[in-house]
């Protein structure tokens, strides 16, 4: 009883650790992905519709914003509430730790479809108005991908060093500084999304941990 008793105490505690730390990342990672809609500060680019694809399709927003944030919302709840529970009983921890299982592994799920999302997008690079002569497919400026083939097919030799090498980021005309500005927001979406994923695995383990144990805590 008393080795049940201590792993109920910490899937409790864990609960209460890990939501409120999932809250703070998704919060984040929307914040993230709003700023990648404006690129340099500017909202113009998004009314006319030039905005990178991967930042457009806001994985920050549904994958590791939303989902997670439902996910972290159930887990803090129940942590506290069931914190001083003395039994777990239906309607009690039991069944709220199966939910926040399942509901974490929907988090899992939305933080990884943000993490390849957000690579794709730092690998292909950003939506930007180049001079195209200077990447050999013309001579006029236009909207584009400077660092992929014109086809989207095959990356251009730029964008397996387009990342390391800032001499290259001058290539984008407009928006100003919309190389710098994606590499640094899709990157922190990468950071987020990983830890979220850790974090989203930890409580999967910890919800099913509190549907044989609970989440009590009695005194």
């Known amino acids: 009883l008393l080795p049940l008793r201590r792993v109920a105490m910490c899937v409790g505690t864990c609960s209460r650790i890990v939501g409120p730390c999932l809250l703070v990342l998704g919060t984040f990672s929307i914040a993230a992905n709003i700023l990648l809609l404006f690129p340099g500060g500017a909202a113009k680019y998004l009314l006319e ?31 506290w509430r069931c914190a001083s529970w003395i039994r777990c009983s239906p309607p009690g921890c039991c069944p709220q730790a199966f939910i926040s299982a ?15 999302l957000s690579g794709v997008g730092l690998t292909n690079g950003p939506l930007c108005f180049y001079n195209a002569s200077e990447n050999g497919f013309g001579h006029h400026p236009l ?10 097919q095959e990356t251009d030799p730029r964008a397996s060093s387009y990342l390391r090498d800032r001499g290259t980021w001058s ?33 999967i383990l910890n919800g099913c941990l509190g549907c044989l144990c609970g989440f009590c805590e009695g005194k």
Request: glycine share 14%.
């Open 49 to 79: 519709g030039h905005i990178t694809k991967h930042a457009g399709i806001l994985p920050g927003v549904w994958g590791g914003g939303v989902t997670v944030l439902l996910a972290a919302a159930h887990t803090t709840a129940v942590g």
């Open 102 to 116: 399942v509901l974490s592994k929907l988090a899992l799920l939305g933080a990884a479809a943000c993490f390849v």
């Open 143 to 152: 909207w584009g991908y400077p660092f992929l083939e014109a086809g989207g």
């Open 171 to 203: 290539i984008c005309l407009e928006p100003a500084g919309v190389v710098s500005w994606n590499i640094a927001l899709f990157s922190l979406l990468l950071l987020i999304s990983a830890a979220e994923m850790v974090l989203a695995s930890i409580q």
